[in-house]
């Protein structure tokens, strides 16, 4: 099998095998693309910025804006996760939801997958609360923590290889650059989306051994 038919093996095995990376993947870049749009057809783009950012109108709607949260508004908690603000932020959680979904893939079930995705992401929204009223957050960040910290907890519990400790490093990297690369970065959302991903391995082992239990009794 040469070059060319080994990449194209490999993107067929992706859209085919890995669905819980696939089918968010696609939902953020298909989210993204409408919003963008919509965002081109208001006619208020007078730079580059505005031409790759979603306009702080439809941010206000659909990101997490606390004060509307405060008012009822709490599908924002879940349709924020869904939602970046400009191109490079999508882009670049893309690119990390590549690299720590697909490993988060080989230890969770598809439904567990989705659970810590959503869960952390969640989690994440209810800190950015410390951030005031008037703020307004976006993006699949915290979510993605929470499956690299997902990961990490059943990677340790199964191996403690080389390979572990260079997962950690990777992770460790990640989250520097995502934490501190940008002066406007939601720091309290990051920490709490890996520590929450950290704890569910915990409570998918207790429930397993508490059927395991009831099975045998």
Same mark, same amino acid.
Not at 82 to 90: A, E, K, T
Not at 158 to 168: A, D, I, L, P
């Given at each position: 099998?040469?070059?060319?038919?080994?990449?194209?093996?490999?993107?067929?095995?992706?859209?085919? /095998?890995?669905?819980? /990376?696939?089918?968010?993947?696609?939902?953020?870049?298909?989210?993204?693309?409408?919003?963008?749009?919509?965002?081109?057809?208001?006619?208020?783009?007078?730079?580059?910025?505005?031409?790759?950012?979603?306009?702080?109108?439809?941010?206000?709607?659909?990101?997490?804006?606390?004060?509307?949260?405060?008012?009822?508004?709490?599908?924002?908690?879940i349709t924020?996760?869904?939602?970046?603000?400009?191109?490079?932020?999508?882009?670049?959680n893309c690119?990390?939801?590549?690299?720590?979904?697909?490993?988060?893939? *080989?230890?969770?079930?598809?439904?567990?997958?989705?659970?810590?995705?959503?869960?952390?992401?969640?989690?994440?929204?209810?800190?950015?609360?410390?951030? =005031?009223?008037?703020?307004?957050?976006?993006?699949?960040? =915290?979510?993605?923590?929470?499956?690299?910290?997902?990961?990490?907890?059943?990677?340790?519990?199964? *191996?403690? /290889?080389?390979?572990?400790?260079?997962?950690?490093?990777?992770?460790?990297?990640?989250?520097?650059?995502?934490?501190? =690369?940008?002066?406007?970065?939601?720091?309290?959302?990051?920490?709490?989306?890996?520590?929450?991903?950290?704890?569910?391995?915990?409570?998918?082992?207790?429930?397993?051994?508490?059927?395991d239990i *009831?099975?045998?009794?």
């Amino acid at each position: 099998m040469n070059n060319k038919e080994e990449d194209s093996f490999s993107m067929s095995s992706f859209w085919k /095998t890995n669905l819980p /990376t696939r089918n968010i993947l696609v939902l953020l870049l298909l989210i993204h693309l409408i919003l963008w749009i919509i965002t081109l057809t208001q006619g208020n783009i007078v730079s580059f910025r505005d031409a790759i950012s979603i306009s702080d109108d439809i941010l206000v709607v659909v990101g997490q804006f606390n004060l509307l949260v405060f008012q009822g508004h709490v599908y924002q908690l879940i349709t924020s996760i869904f939602v970046h603000v400009d191109l490079l932020h999508l882009l670049s959680n893309c690119l990390f939801l590549l690299v720590f979904g697909l490993k988060a893939e *080989e230890r969770l079930l598809s439904w567990q997958y989705y659970f810590v995705f959503i869960i952390s992401g969640l989690m994440g929204g209810i800190l950015s609360f410390v951030y =005031g009223p008037i703020s307004i957050s976006a993006g699949a960040s =915290g979510a993605i923590f929470g499956l690299l910290g997902a990961d990490l907890i059943l990677m340790y519990q199964h *191996e403690r /290889t080389k390979s572990f400790w260079g997962y950690v490093a990777s992770g460790v990297i990640f989250f520097l650059i995502m934490s501190f =690369g940008s002066p406007n970065v939601n720091l309290f959302a990051h920490a709490i989306g890996l520590v929450t991903g950290a704890i569910i391995p915990f409570i998918f082992k207790k429930r397993r051994q508490t059927n395991d239990i *009831e099975t045998s009794a």
